[in-house]
């Protein structure tokens, strides 16, 4: 079969063919139809990401079929028994264990459930791990209510766009930031209430100007522009965050934080609960993930190439053959 490995550090994922692999009695044979891409990926072909095996395949995003049903895959392996929190030995599909950047893949039954049936199979394969990265953060962490304004760092992210659906979807007030325009009326169009560039120093004064300041905060850039994600805070928010893209937070003023009684909520993945709960969720509420971009299999280094340079506005997704 074929299948993109991580061959190299610094190099494009790298397509070869491989033996199909053979499932242990608790495991089944999928048939990938379509995967996806997480900035995850991203990281790893850099060899900034921890764990790394060379030679493992990609991806830890898929749908595909087993025995003639189609299936969405759980990519959080391993999560343990506490729901607070993951065990030592948690791990992310695809690299070390092989991933869906490839025709099939073995996987234990228990990570495969039912593809809810609105969905098309490249919508479904958007959906795994932003979809439950976001519904942890949020709706796990952050407990939003009906009418809290909630504002969601970094729109074009895959997980950002996630958040902003769930939160619109439970009443919330949505505001968002990103580094263009476009982002930002594109999120309006899908029901967000308003939008600033992060690039604008005055972004905080503008939103304080128009809004007052935000319930919950949603990121995944820390660095240094953290500390105005904290400025724009309303005494008793929570500060829900999943990733440092931009590094490490210089200059946070803990008399913001704890005067204001904020919370800091650092939040990974989710567990198996949290995927379940995801998945009920979108299927309640027929949530559509958002898909900037159908590339073939052939044309998945392309997909790495526009989520470097941050051109996508939701998730790319491949389709297999
Ligand atoms: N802990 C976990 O479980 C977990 C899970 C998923 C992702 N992550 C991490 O979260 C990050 C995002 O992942 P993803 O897959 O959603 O990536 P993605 O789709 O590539 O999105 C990254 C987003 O970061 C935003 N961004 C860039 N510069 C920014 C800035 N100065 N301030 C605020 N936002 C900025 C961009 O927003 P605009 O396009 O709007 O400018 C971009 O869309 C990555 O670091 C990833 O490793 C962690």
């Given amino acids: 079969m074929q299948a993109y490995i991580i061959k190299e550090i610094n190099q494009p994922p790298f397509k070869t063919e491989v033996a199909i692999p053979v499932p242990k009695e608790h495991e089944a044979l999928v048939k990938i139809s379509a995967s996806a891409l997480n900035h995850r990926d991203v990281w790893i072909t850099k060899g900034q990401y921890p764990g790394i095996k060379l030679g493992a395949i990609m991806g830890a995003d898929g749908c595909g079929t087993w025995e003639g049903k189609e299936y969405v895959i759980n990519p959080g392996l391993d ?21 869906t950047f490839a025709d099939y893949i073995c996987i234990p039954k228990k ?8 969905l098309t199979v490249e919508e479904a394969a958007a959906l795994p791990l932003a979809g439950v990265t976001a519904y942890r953060a949020l709706v796990v962490k952050t407990k939003p209510k009906a009418g809290d304004k909630v504002l969601i760092s970094g729109i074009g992210g895959g997980v950002a766009l996630f958040a902003m659906q769930y939160a619109i979807t439970l009443g919330c007030d949505v505001y ?26 005055n972004w905080p004064k503008k ?33 829900s965050f999943y990733g440092g893209s931009l590094g490490k937070i210089d200059g946070l003023n ?14 990974t993945m989710g567990s198996d609960q949290d995927f379940v ?11 559509r993930p958002v898909v900037d971009e159908v590339l073939s299999f052939d044309d998945l280094p392309l997909g790495f190439q526009k989520m470097e340079a941050g051109k996508q506005f939701g998730k790319i997704v491949f389709k297999h053959n």
């Fill in 207 to 239: 939103l304080m100007a128009d809004i007052g300041g935000v319930d919950v905060v949603i990121d995944s850039a820390g660095g240094s522009g953290f500390n105005n994600l904290v400025k724009v805070c309303n005494p008793g928010a929570r500060i």
């Fill in 176 to 201: 968002v930031t990103s580094g263009t325009e476009d982002k930002i009326e594109k999120a309006i169009s899908l029901g967000a209430k308003g939008g600033y560039l992060y690039r604008d120093v």
């Fill in 111 to 118: 990570y495969l459930h039912e593809k809810p049936s609105y």
């Fill in 79 to 99: 999560w343990g028994s506490d729901e607070a929190y993951q065990a030592l030995n948690f791990r992310v599909l695809g690299v070390p264990d092989d991933g």
């Fill in 277 to 287: 709960d995801m998945l009920a969720f979108v299927d309640k509420y027929k949530i």
């Fill in 254 to 267: 803990p008399q913001l934080i704890f005067w204001r009684q904020i919370s800091l909520l650092g939040s």
